[in-house]
């Protein structure tokens, strides 16, 4: 019985309503309608996993994400965190995370994982972690690419929040399924297909900066004022680095 969950997507509905934010989701088809999935995002905004999990709701999946624990301790978010069943992550102690997102793969579960872990201040693809690749070949379930653009206006990293910011767009690119091999070959494919898919919604994005002073939120290969990966200390985005992937259908 899920009593907390339907709730607070109602409320996050309405709330976009108000807002009037012009929210896209492409290729929902990709996730499956039922049986585990992992379904694995870019990372640009506080609120990615608000939109990773509306990227859900066409096939009526409702997502367990991995979020910090930091999360979960606090007063406000941590009952609603565990009312909704997400996955409390210690980096610490990342094994009993890994386990229990592996479980509700096992039982059916779509687990949503930042394989970034943390935002990309460069808003480009940073370097992976592998355990999102992992948890699908231990579990045998389909990795889904997301990339998700537009969220990072309202709330990122270094940037005052911005939460009643009226018709934002917001794009969100669900790739098909990436065929598992080893974690680490996997991770590498991840990596190429986020990019392209957060490629294409920034390309496809209906807005532009309003000036000179606005350009903080494009990368700085469309011109915009974000720091380049490699001042933040970030690989080269693939394309730049001589192995795009392609785009899913």
Same mark, same amino acid.
Request: proline letters at 6%.
């Given at each position: 019985m899920e009593i907390v969950y339907p709730p607070v997507i109602a409320l996050a509905k309405t709330m976009f309503r108000v807002l009037d934010l012009r929210i896209q989701v492409e290729g929902a088809h990709h996730i499956p309608a039922t049986g585990g999935a992992v379904l694995a995002s870019n990372h640009a905004s506080y609120l990615d996993f608000i939109f990773c999990g509306l990227g859900a709701q066409p096939t009526k999946r409702l997502v367990r994400f991995m979020a910090k624990k930091s999360v979960f301790d606090h007063k406000v978010s941590g009952p609603l965190m565990? /009312?909704?069943?997400?996955? &409390?992550? =210690?980096?610490? @102690? /990342?094994? @009993?995370?890994? *386990? #229990? @997102? !592996?479980?509700?793969?096992?039982? /059916? !579960?779509?687990?949503?994982?930042?394989?970034e872990a943390t935002i990309s201040e460069s808003f480009t693809v940073k370097a992976l972690k592998s355990g999102a690749a992992r948890l699908a070949e231990v579990a045998e379930v389909p990795l889904i690419p997301m990339a998700v653009w537009g969220p990072h206006r309202l709330w990122t990293k270094g940037r005052k929040k911005e939460l009643t910011k009226r018709h934002v767009p917001v794009i969100i690119s669900i790739g098909e399924p990436i065929t598992v091999t080893t974690a680490d070959a996997t991770t590498v494919v991840l990596r190429q297909r986020l990019s392209?898919?957060? =490629?294409? @919604? *920034? *390309? =496809?994005? $209906? #807005? *532009? $900066? &309003?000036g000179p002073d606005d350009r903080w939120w494009l990368p700085a290969h469309l011109g915009g004022t974000a720091p380049r990966p490699e001042e933040l200390g970030y690989p080269p985005r693939p394309e730049d680095a001589g192995n795009p992937a392609p785009l899913d259908a």
């Open positions: 565990r /009312g909704m069943r997400h996955i &409390s992550v =210690d980096r610490k @102690a /990342g094994t @009993a995370a890994f *386990q #229990e @997102a !592996e479980n509700a793969l096992r039982r /059916g !579960e779509v687990v949503g994982v930042f394989p392209a898919l957060l =490629d294409r @919604a *920034q *390309q =496809d994005y $209906p #807005e *532009q $900066p &309003s």
